[in-house]
């Protein structure tokens, strides 16, 4: 059973940043492609980024590329996500995930983590 922890999230204005983390234990962490989602209040949960087992291949939703970036280190079991020119709109929980096969949606992702609130405020 693979466990996530996120943290990082918190308050902070528009244009701002911030930084997520998300740890998972094991041998078997850099097995897993590792993705973020987020879900803000009454709408569904969304993609947001992905990496790969190596970390060598990333991909991003639309509404996100060229102000956040995904990455991984597998000896410290971590996958970070550095969120930069935020928006009001980026508000939601993130949520770490992780599978074995690469998906972008979050249907079939059998690993995920309990969240953390990221608010951005105008």
């Known amino acids: 059973q693979v466990q996530l922890v996120e943290s990082g999230g918190g308050l902070v204005q528009a244009g701002g940043s911030l930084r997520l983390a998300c740890t998972g234990p094991?041998?078997?962490?850099?097995?897993?492609?590792m993705a973020w989602f987020r879900q803000a209040p009454g709408k569904e949960r969304e993609f947001v980024a992905i990496?790969?087992?190596?970390?060598?291949?990333?991909y991003y939703a639309d509404s996100v590329k060229g102000r956040f970036t995904i990455s991984r280190d597998n000896a410290k079991n971590t996958v970070s996500l550095q969120m930069n020119s935020l928006k009001p709109e980026d508000t939601a929980v993130y949520y770490c995930?992780?599978?074995?096969?690469?998906?972008?949606?979050?249907?079939?992702?059998?690993?995920w983590g309990r969240g953390t609130q990221v608010t951005v405020s105008s």
């Open positions: 995930a992780a599978d074995p096969i690469r998906r972008t949606t979050p249907r079939g992702y059998d690993y």
């Open positions: 094991g041998r078997s962490f850099s097995t897993y492609y």
């Open positions: 990496i790969s087992w190596a970390g060598d291949t990333t």
